[in-house]
T-cell receptor, first 112, second 113 residues
Framework: KQEVTQIPAALSVPEGENLVLNCSFT??????LQWFRQDPGKGLTSLLL?????REQTSGRLNASLDKSSGRSTLYIAASQPGDSATYLCAVPYNYGQNFVFGPGTRLSVLP | DAGVTQSPTHLIKTRGQQVTLRCSPK?????VSWYQQALGQGPQFIFQ???????QRGNFPDRFSGHQFPNYSSELNVNALLLGDSALYLC????????????FGSGTRLTVV
């Protein structure tokens, strides 16, 4: 059974800091991994999708890496801003299908 | 271009009652998936509907059932509500065969009292 964990559970940083969020998964036979953002009481927005053949994916100030063999992914946020405050979740495919197993998320607060 | 719409946004039910939640997928999408998100946790996959049939199911009891209509919209039904069913229920739509472009609605907050 695939399990996804994320550390830290919560993080509070001053504006401008670079930060790293971590994700681990138990079954390395995944074909992709996605990072999502969730604002309080809202749905999820996809940030980055990394295919299993890739090691990194970048979008603006966000960079995600994937190491399948070790069952790990990291999300790097550069020059954090108060607008980045949200919960960040990583997700891998559920039973090799189209749906997801999510981690519990990292709740990020960026202080002005 | 409307995204995924869910109704109602909030709902309060009494233990033992039944509830129906509704979802309209993003234009151009034909597949709908439902998730349950308890407070402080990540979403858990309930089931997915495509071509009006349940195609994949997560580890949820039979009290959770669904339906997809010919216009691709979907309903989630929960019978015999328990206090533990209180959660944010998220609907996501996609195009069959891909989890790229997977789009979530804002959810229905269900409170069971």
């Amino acid at each position: 059974k695939q399990e996804v964990t994320q550390i830290p559970a919560a993080l509070s940083v001053p504006e401008g800091e670079n930060l790293v969020l971590n994700c681990s998964f138990t079954d390395s036979a995944i074909y992709n991994l996605q990072w999502f953002r969730q604002d309080p009481g809202k749905g999820l927005t996809s940030l980055l999708l990394i295919q299993s053949s890739q090691r990194e994916q970048t979008s603006g100030r966000l960079n995600a890496s994937l190491d399948k063999s070790s069952g790990r992914s990291t999300l790097y946020i550069a020059a954090s801003q108060p607008g980045d405050s949200a919960t960040y979740l990583c997700a891998v495919p559920y039973n090799y299908g189209q749906n997801f197993v999510f981690g519990p998320g990292t709740r990020l607060s960026v202080l002005p | 271009d409307a995204g995924v719409t869910q109704s109602p946004t909030h709902l309060i039910k009494t233990r033992g009652q039944q509830v129906t939640l509704r979802c309209s997928p993003k234009s151009g999408h034909d597949t709908v998936s439902w998730y349950q998100q308890a407070l402080g946790q990540g979403p858990q996959f309930i089931f997915q509907y495509y071509e009006e049939e349940e195609r994949q199911r997560g580890n949820f009891p039979d009290r959770f059932s669904g339906h997809q209509f010919p216009n691709y919209s979907s309903e989630l039904n929960v019978n015999a509500l328990l206090l533990g069913d209180s959660a944010l229920y998220l609907c996501a739509s996609s195009l069959s065969g891909s989890n790229y472009g997977y789009t979530f609605g804002s959810g229905t907050r269900l409170t069971v009292v």
